[in-house]
């Protein structure tokens, strides 16, 4: 039990990423003081009301997203070239404390989806989050600019037992179900005349550990799914153009086959047959012809031959793993993503009402079903290695299954599998954390 909390907290901590951190910049801690739980005031500026944390393992995330940086009063010819500072931290009463996290991200005349960064902290503490902005002068230094009121600064307490926010700029709720407290905020300095002022505009979002992880196991599966959605769908329309180009090359190659233009091993009506049908001919034919039309399309500057192949098999290969005629690898992985993804939205809806037995139950589903989308994988991944090897016998349904079970399996599954093993580590720990 012990060695699973370890591992949970381990993984939490290490799931904040940032832009370039930068512990040199000139952020400087505010002088605010809050007091323990969220209760104090943030100055002139918003409180957000309570919520519940749900069940809880003791670690909250904390996200923040400076989605826009817009400039308002210009002072210099230059620039303006906007730097902002950021300090993450937890004050000096909240034991145990989180590593502080300093840095800077530029900003040039202005961003849009600007920067974001999750950070970790103690559910019965409090956690602080203070940006500023500067106008990069070069030599005349970094120039404050205004962003809240006559400040350059903005500061946002968040509460974790009370899951709740204060903040020197007003905050707008946000609907999210898998957090607990989501809002965002737009923030305007005032400065005029020779005084730098921007817009600041940004959502910061509070979770338990596992809301926070299980939202993003469910953005991940819902990107895997996605994927096999677009190998039905893309790599069709794909396939598509694919057969309008094989038409196109009619008028080119034709004439050319009619004075034997490379095709000695074809005859003309061999050749025009096998355009006519757009290539849906006996594998050995079909074969046979490709070598030249590859040769000739290597130096076509009208018609790239190669993508729009390996498309088309694509799309043929993945509709045959589709089929029960196929090895099964394929369709019990899509089942089981599916049936994960549904685990989530469950566990998401669960987890706020702090029903231990509930949430438990819903991870030892997932251990199930995350463990079948891993089995599915693995045997997908198999038999698309011995399909491109050669010693899985070639099913017949497209012009090169082999070059497409080998971009499928290095460029798709391999490293799904390595994902999914890695979730199945997480699922099955959670899970004996979360039992009685």
Same mark, same amino acid.
């Given at each position: ?20 951190? /930068? ?32 069940? /809880? ?123 607990? @407290? ?32 299980? @939202? ?71 074969? /046979? ?5 590859? /040769? ?131 699922? @099955? ?8």
């Amino acid at each position: 039990m012990r060695f699973a909390s370890v591992v949970l907290a381990a993984l939490l901590l290490g799931l904040a990423v940032s832009g370039c951190q /930068d512990p040199n910049s000139p952020a400087a801690r505010p002088e605010m003081m809050f007091p323990g739980g969220g209760g104090g005031g943030g100055g002139g500026g918003s409180t957000t009301p309570s919520a519940s944390v749900g069940l /809880d393992i003791g670690i909250m995330v904390a996200t923040v997203r400076i989605t826009a940086i817009t400039m308002v009063n210009k002072v210099d010819w230059f620039g303006p070239y906007y730097l902002m500072t950021d300090d993450l931290y937890t004050p000096s009463y909240v034991t145990p404390a989180s590593t502080e996290v300093k840095g800077s991200f530029g900003a040039g005349g202005g961003c849009a989806n600007c920067w974001q960064y999750s950070y970790t902290f103690v559910t019965l503490g409090d956690a602080v989050m203070s940006f500023g902005l500067y106008d990069d002068q070069g030599w005349l230094g970094m120039q404050p600019v205004t962003i809240a009121g006559g400040s350059n600064n903005v500061v946002l307490l968040l509460a974790g037992r009370t899951c709740s926010i204060n903040g020197t700029v007003a905050l707008v709720k946000l609907t999210a179900a898998d957090a607990c @407290a989501s809002y965002s905020f737009s923030t305007t300095g005032s400065g005029t005349g020779g005084t730098r002022s921007a817009t600041v505009q940004g959502t910061i979002t509070l979770r338990s550990g596992l809301q926070y992880q299980s @939202a993003m196991r469910q953005q991940l599966y819902q990107r895997y799914t996605n994927l096999m959605g677009d190998l039905d769908f893309a790599a069709s329309i794909c396939y598509q153009r694919w057969q309008g180009e094989v038409a196109d090359m009619q008028g080119q190659l034709l004439p050319l086959i009619a004075i034997g233009f490379g095709f000695g091993s074809l005859g003309q009506g061999l050749a025009e047959g096998i355009l006519q049908n757009r290539f849906l001919v006996p594998a050995i034919e079909a074969a /046979d012809f490709m070598s030249h039309v590859r /040769d000739y399309a290597s130096h076509s500057v009208t018609f790239s031959a190669q993508s729009l192949f390996d498309c088309g098999d694509i799309h043929l290969l993945w509709w045959y793993l589709q089929q029960p005629v196929a090895p099964s690898g394929a369709r019990q992985l899509r089942g089981a993503v599916s049936s994960v993804l549904n685990d989530l939205r469950v566990v998401l809806t669960d987890l706020p009402t702090g029903d231990r037995s509930k949430v438990t139950a819903d991870f030892a589903t997932q251990v199930t079903d995350v463990g079948a989308a891993v089995s599915g994988d693995g045997s997908l991944v198999q038999y698309l290695q011995s399909l491109a090897s050669g010693t899985a016998p070639n099913p017949g349904v497209c012009l090169d299954c082999r070059s497409a079970a080998s971009i499928l399996v290095t460029k798709l599954f391999q490293p799904m599998y390595a994902e999914l093993a890695s979730d199945r580590g997480y699922v @099955a720990s959670t899970y004996q954390l979360l039992r009685p």
